[in-house]
């Protein structure tokens, strides 16, 4: 069974940093690329980046030059690190796999950026 949960969700102020974590069972986690998607309120779940098994990355316009993405396959993690937050960054985010065609998510953690 596929299990992601993600933690390191906080009240930050504009400009803060912070490291959001998500630890993954059930799956072959080094062979899997990994995301982060964000979805606030009244919007669309969207995404914020990803990376594959090699250590790629990719990342969404908004957080390009503030956030960074990275794994630690001995530890089946994937972490993204968040610094220059703003407001619009306040959000509940997710940790997304797949595998067979699915798409498996975590139950995501609160991000709230404001001073």
């Known amino acids: 069974q596929v299990k992601l949960v993600e933690s390191g969700g906080a009240l930050v102020q504009p400009g803060g940093s912070l490291r959001l974590s998500c630890a993954a069972s059930?799956?072959?986690?080094?062979?899997?690329?990994m995301g982060w998607y964000r979805q606030a309120p009244g919007k669309q779940r969207e995404l914020v980046a990803t990376?594959?098994?090699?250590?790629?990355?990719n990342y969404a316009d908004a957080v390009k030059g503030r956030f960074a993405i990275s794994r630690d396959n001995s530890r089946n993690t994937v972490y993204l690190q968040m610094s220059g937050l703003k407001p619009e960054d306040t959000a509940v985010y997710f940790c997304?796999?797949?595998?067979?065609?699915?798409?498996?998510w975590g139950r995501g953690t609160q991000v709230a950026v404001s001073s």
């Open positions: 997304n796999t797949q595998r067979q065609g699915n798409d498996f």
């Open positions: 059930g799956i072959n986690f080094k062979i899997h690329r």
């Open positions: 990376i594959t098994r090699d250590g790629s990355t």
